[in-house]
Nanobody, 115 residues
Framework: QVQLVESGGGLVPSGGSLRLSCVAS????????MNWYRQAPGKDREWVAT????????NYADSVKGRFTISRDSGRNAVYLQMNSLKPEDTAVYYC????????WGQGTQVTVSS
């Protein structure tokens, strides 16, 4: 059974850092494209970052480029999002998505950045 569990969210001041984790089960995350998305109150869910499968290429939304880093740990079957220099506009629920034969989503973790 495919499952994604996010953690690591919280309340941080502007300029702070957080590392989000997404632990996968039921499949090997190293073999698939993994993504982070976020959804702020009253807004549509937006793509944040992608890490590809075997070639381990990464790609970022312009709004987070240079501040966020996506990575994976094959041994822990996990994907991470290191978020630095956080801004109030980064406040959102952050979701992990796995691109298998269809998309699978985690339940999300709340990130709140105070000004």
């Amino acid at each position: 059974q495919v499952q994604l569990v996010e953690s690591g969210g919280g309340l941080v001041p502007s300029g702070g850092s957080l590392r989000l984790s997404c632990v996968a089960s039921g499949f090997s995350a190293a073999n698939y494209e993994m993504n982070w998305y976020r959804q702020a109150p009253g807004k549509d869910r937006e793509w944040v970052a992608t890490i590809s499968d075997i070639r381990i290429r990464t790609n970022y939304a312009d709004s987070v480029k240079g501040r966020f880093t996506i990575s994976r740990d094959s041994g822990r079957n996990a994907v991470y999002l290191q978020m630095n220099s956080l801004k109030p506009e980064d406040t959102a629920v952050y979701y992990c998505k796995a691109k298998l034969w269809r998309d699978f989503w985690g339940q999300g973790t709340q990130v709140t950045v105070s000004s």
